[in-house]
């Protein structure tokens, strides 16, 4: 993930002028992912993630990270500040950080369908478990830490794009069903209602369902992708990967992916000293990792000092 860089754009967010967060270019390339589906036990022995845990859940309250990792969470802030928005990390202002501020601990999805295939009333609810349990991977790292003030973050699935209304099989009640589409011709959810469409006033009087029926991100699923892409506008990834990742502990590619709406970059073109296996370094493993879990610990207790967000 990078900022102005310049960006590449996504087919249906080219319109916007915003500066945007994305994923670099290689997490489309399938090959860097390693396996292409997600074991469905964690690849961390348990005893190993025994340990894990007690070194964080010792730590909660201030920026004191094991001494093994310190040196390559230096370098990697360092990078950050070097190369995130010119030089000015802190000037972009739609991280999913900013998000939950806004929403003050909540998360709204649409899902954008880019598929002829219907999809089933149990499988629209499996993927609104999938995509609350990815997230929980990451947010379990900071509840309790250093003043976040969130401790049971709500990420809820509120609407669906499809190019047919038909498509989504058995009841609707309680979704909002789009067949808008970009400018490419692929479903979309109503610019009107998404946060990164009115992140500058974040205002949503022209939403038909007004701002309760507002999305902060969207899990865009397109047939026959390869890898991902991520941002603060949210994730996509392939619909066949991501149905049959659907039963797995960890999705790997959406955990990264989401990994960049909170600011996390990638790590194609270097490495930290003494870690080479994280979610963030794509490929390399299949789930979060302490290392990871303090890079997003990092951003918390960076971005919160910055935003004025610390009591």
């Known amino acids: 993930m990078h900022f102005s860089k310049p960006l590449f754009l996504l087919a249906g967010l080219e319109s916007l002028c915003e500066a945007a967060i994305f994923s ?3 997490d489309l390339d399938n090959s860097v992912w390693g396996r292409s589906t997600p074991s469905t036990s964690s690849s961390t022995p348990k ?21 093994d990792l310190t040196t390559p969470l230096k370098e990697v802030w360092d990078h950050t500040l070097e190369t995130y928005n010119n030089g000015d990390p802190f000037g972009f202002t739609n991280y999913g950080w900013d998000q939950l501020k806004a929403t003050e601990g909540t998360l709204n999805y649409c899902v954008r369908w880019e598929s002829d295939t219907t999809v089933s009333q149990a499988q629209r609810d499996q993927i609104a478990t999938a995509v609350n349990e990815q997230y929980q991977k990451w947010f379990s790292y900071v509840y309790g830490y250093d003043g976040f003030p969130y401790s049971n973050i709500s990420v809820n699935v509120v609407g669906w794009a499809v190019k047919d209304a038909s498509l989504l099989e058995g009841s ?118 302490e290392f990871d879990g303090w890079m997003l610990r990092n951003w918390w207790y960076e971005l919160s000092r910055e935003r004025g967000w610390q009591s």
Do not use: K
Not at 47 to 67: K, N, T
Not at 176 to 184: G, K, L, R
């Open 24 to 26: 670099a270019d290689a």
């Open 47 to 67: 005893d190993r993630r025994r340990v894990v845990r007690q070194r964080l859940g010792s730590r909660q309250s201030s920026w004191s990270p094991p001494a």
């Open 172 to 289: 609707t009640e309680g979704l909002d069903v789009y067949t808008d589409v970009d400018s490419e011709g692929i479903p979309q959810c109503a610019e009107s209602c998404g946060r990164y469409f009115n992140q500058a006033d974040g205002e949503y009087s022209s939403c038909a369902g007004g701002a309760v029926s507002h999305y902060d991100q969207s899990l865009w699923l397109t047939d026959g992708l390869s890898g991902g892409t991520g941002g603060d506008w949210g994730q996509r990834i392939g619909t066949e990967y991501f149905l049959e990742a659907l039963a797995s502990e960890n999705i790997h590619i959406l955990l990264h992916e989401m990994g960049h709406t909170f600011g996390l970059d990638d790590f194609y073109d270097w490495t930290p000293t003494g870690v080479d296996s994280f979610i963030m370094l794509a490929g390399s493993a299949q789930e979060v990792t």
